[in-house]
């Protein structure tokens, strides 16, 4: 059992639920699974929402996450089966041999404690490194990872970095202590295109220098192909497929595994305004409390009803900032925001009722925004009590029609967020912003955080949403796809300025400026050796300049 760093045989893993009126229940969400992981390569997990990827790649560390348990199979990582070992020095292989990566650095980072000194912990806890020796080692990660000034950064807390620094700094800590395996659970998911290439390729040198073995977990396929040397493509639980990269992108065998080679097929035909803008923002300027600099420097855009108005940019553009400035929690120290026919108040608290609930947000992290112990009935019926008085029958007919409208139903009813898989959530989430009959939803990031078989329904769902309600859309993200599958207008922000903007034809059309031309030209393909390529042209670019 030695000849692989990492080997899993008919692993099985369930779980005890509790349906609302029913006897609590075990059922096998994982059946079966079966993998190979040899020193130096990556093996990618990929599948639709509940697949199990994320309960797999926890597995090869012996723990089972929220009530979940490790039922049969046998997990070998350097040549013992971890189920069988000790808890103790499972503990100690926790942090040590094998480290994870979490999809969600903010929830993962304690906020009251600076970056470096949970970076370096397991190292130092583990007696890898002497702390200082530590923190040399994080200050080299930090580089290599591309963050900025490497050698202050670990002095800030969390929410000082953006996003998309804080899921670098996550994985600058897994690779510290030098381990022998690294689960990545979807360590690029909020970053930019930009700086997903940077740290794919980083992670990638990184597991070529050290020699690591990794489990990448992902929902994008073509991301996985540029670090994997082989896939395993999972579907509730089940193996639906397992070859080389090669053959999974290029030839594969399951009808499943086309569909998501094949994704991303919406053709969504720009639109032309027909009637006044139902968002005009002039002349925004803002800047953060008690900070001497602008982080949005003149900004002007317009949305109109039924359209959908796109806001690109890297991590740290400004294109939160302007949600901010839009929904009142910022209020601007410059320009103006009209809506519906109306000058909006800058501060929230200066805003009525009405225009509260004609203005409404779907958040790109769907667990942490909705109370984990109400009912989706519950959460979706709040807004029709507080906006329109709605209660009894009445109200749970209109939550009932609101389930059907997002393709979900009146049996999830009196289910709880955590009993619904990540689409789900977000479903709810946006039948919880259209109970409020907005004129405009802002969407941020509402699909990077699904696989792409899920991210395509969400956004089909709200394309026809759309034409339903004739809601406009101000829709946050830095997936380039997402944009030309919905968008009828763009613009392209960089450092809290709009570079680009116009219609999606005119903005997406050459000649490109030398941003806008980065963000397309860092959209990953599905394509072996793309990535390698994307960067040596760079490197060539960057002498040639």
């Not at 700086?195 to 597991?207: F, G, N, S, Y």
């Not at 009935?377 to 009445?394: C, M, V």
């Not at 004129?439 to 956004?459: H, W």
């Amino acid at each position: 059992m030695s000849e692989s760093l990492l080997k899993v045989r008919d692993l099985k893993i369930g779980a005890t639920v509790y349906p609302p009126g029913e006897k609590p229940h075990d059922i096998e969400i994982v059946h079966g699974v079966s993998f190979d992981l040899e020193k130096g390569k990556v093996l990618g997990l990929i599948g639709e929402s509940g697949a199990g990827k994320s309960t797999i790649g926890l597995a090869s560390m012996a723990y089972g996450r929220g009530g979940v348990e490790i039922t049969g199979g046998e997990v070998w990582v350097n040549g013992r089966d971890i189920l069988k070992t000790p808890l103790q020095d499972v503990r100690s292989l926790r942090g040590g041999e094998v480290t994870y990566v979490s999809q969600s650095a903010a929830a993962s980072f304690n906020p009251a404690k600076k970056i470096m000194d949970q970076v370096i912990e397991a190292s130092v806890r583990h007696g890898k490194f002497s702390r200082k020796d530590a923190e040399a080692r994080a200050i080299e990660l930090f580089a290599r990872l591309g963050l900025p000034d490497p050698e202050t950064i670990g002095n800030r807390y969390p929410h000082q970095v953006s996003g998309g620094q804080l899921q670098r700094c996550m994985t600058a800590l897994a690779l510290c202590p030098e381990p022998d395996l690294v689960v990545f659970d979807e360590p690029t998911t909020a970053l930019d295109v930009t700086t997903q290439i940077e740290v794919l390729m980083a992670i990638k040198e990184a597991i070529r220098d050290t020699g690591v073995a990794a489990l990448y977990i992902t929902h994008d396929l073509a991301v996985v192909a540029q670090v994997s040397d082989d896939i395993l493509v999972l579907k509730m639980g089940d193996m639906v497929e397992y070859g080389s990269v090669d053959q999974i992108i290029n030839a594969p065998r399951e009808e499943y595994t086309r569909a998501l080679v094949s994704v991303r097929s919406i053709d969504h035909k720009e639109k032309e305004p027909t009637s006044e803008p139902v968002l005009k923002v002039e002349n925004i300027t803002a800047r953060y409390r008690g900070t001497n600099f602008d982080v949005l420097h003149d900004v002007n855009v317009e949305l109109h009803p039924g359209q959908t108005l796109a806001v690109v940019g890297e991590s740290g553009s400004g294109k939160s900032t302007l949600a901010r400035v839009i929904t009142g929690l910022l209020p601007p120290k410059e320009g103006s925001i009209h809506f519906a026919g109306r000058d909006l108040s800058a501060a929230l608290g200066g805003r009525s009722r009405e225009d509260l609930r004609e203005l409404q947000m779907i958040y790109q992290m769907a667990d942490v925004a909705m109370n984990p112990r109400q009912t989706v009935g519950t959460i979706i019926g709040r807004p029709l009590e507080f906006y329109f008085g709605l209660r009894g029958a009445q109200k749970r007919k209109r939550i009932v029609e609101l389930l059907d409208e997002i393709e979900m139903g009146i049996e999830f009813i009196d289910r709880y967020p955590a009993e619904l898989s990540g689409g789900q959530k977000q479903r709810v989430c946006i039948a919880r912003a259209l109970a409020a009959k907005p004129k405009m939803i802002i969407c941020d990031e509402v699909t990077s955080a699904l696989d792409p078989l899920v991210a395509d329904g969400i956004l089909k769902l709200l394309l026809n949403l759309q034409k339903i309600e004739d809601v406009a859309y101000l829709f946050i993200t830095h997936d380039l796809a997402t944009v030309k599958a919905i968008a009828d207008s763009i613009a392209v922000m960089y450092q809290g300025e709009v570079v680009r903007y116009g219609g999606k034809t005119e903005v997406l059309s050459p000649p490109f400026d030398d941003y806008t031309d980065l963000l397309l030209s860092s959209v990953p393909e599905m394509k072996l050796g793309w990535l390698e390529e994307v960067i040596a042209n760079r490197k060539m670019e960057s002498a040639g300049n």
